[in-house]
């Protein structure tokens, strides 16, 4: 596949080329070790206890559970999942808390972008329950002008239908606004909505190595877009 550039200059990014900054959570500014921890491992358990399973056939009822709702918001509704569980998700999260973290980049990134004077948000599917919880362990919300979750506008960031609804919400141009997540199908929608300067984080956890993407530029660190 051909790779979608990204508009830069002798010294890195093209800064001059952006007002906007639109930026994915969970991956790109979280450690994702907390969410593949969470839902691939201690939910596993936790299911297989109150249903007398052993962890590997709740983990294969869980992962059949979650293909049947992905690209719904069902899929990152914590209280949907309460229901369908029945185990108190929100809870949960809050008992492994401590393992929410940013990358090591997060926030010197971010206080370049305001130092640079972009305004910026954060574009997440992550349901409200979980971002209030993340938000309080790692004060993201300093340094955004907002956090726009996915149930806000009605769809994930993977269906065409969320940008233009993104758009009217936040006023940006697309053109002129840079997009950043760990998940391919969410750039591509983006990129087919014309956002102009699209960056893949190829590093979204800190247990797993690298995975660069095939179709756009991807970086491992945030930093790769930090420049003088």
């Known amino acids: 596949m051909t790779q979608y550039p990204a508009p830069s200059t002798q010294h890195g990014f093209d800064w001059k080329a952006v007002d906007d900054v639109l930026l994915d959570m969970d991956g790109t500014l979280l450690d994702r070790h907390f969410d593949n921890?969470?839902?691939?491992?201690?939910?596993?358990?936790?299911?297989?206890?109150?249903?007398?399973?052993?962890?590997e056939d709740a983990a294969k009822r869980l992962l059949t559970l979650y293909q049947a709702v992905e690209g719904q918001l069902n899929w990152t509704d914590l209280h949907?999942?309460?229901k369908t569980l029945e185990i108190d998700v929100v809870a949960l999260t809050k008992e492994f808390e401590h393992l929410i973290t940013c990358h090591p980049d997060a926030m010197e990134f971010l206080r370049h972008l305001r130092a640079r004077g972009k305004r910026v948000h954060i574009l997440t599917n992550a349901h409200?329950?979980?971002?209030?919880?993340?938000?309080?362990?790692?004060?993201l919300d300093r340094y955004v002008d907002r956090i726009v979750n996915a149930f806000e506008i009605g769809y994930l960031k993977i269906r065409p239908e969320y940008w233009p609804t993104c758009q009217r919400l936040l006023g940006?141009?697309?053109s002129r606004s840079l997009y950043v997540d760990d998940d391919e199908a969410c750039l591509a929608a983006a990129q087919q909505y014309g956002i102009g300067h699209l960056y893949h984080r190829s590093k979204s956890s800190s247990r797993l190595p690298a995975q660069p993407s095939s179709r756009y530029v991807s970086i491992e660190s945030l930093h790769a877009l930090i420049t003088p």
């Open 37 to 55: 921890f969470f839902f691939e491992e201690e939910l596993p358990r936790r299911y297989a206890a109150k249903h007398g399973l052993a962890v």
């Open 80 to 82: 949907y999942w309460s």
């Open 128 to 139: 409200a329950a979980g971002i209030e919880i993340k938000v309080a362990r790692t004060r």
């Open 172 to 174: 940006f141009e697309p």
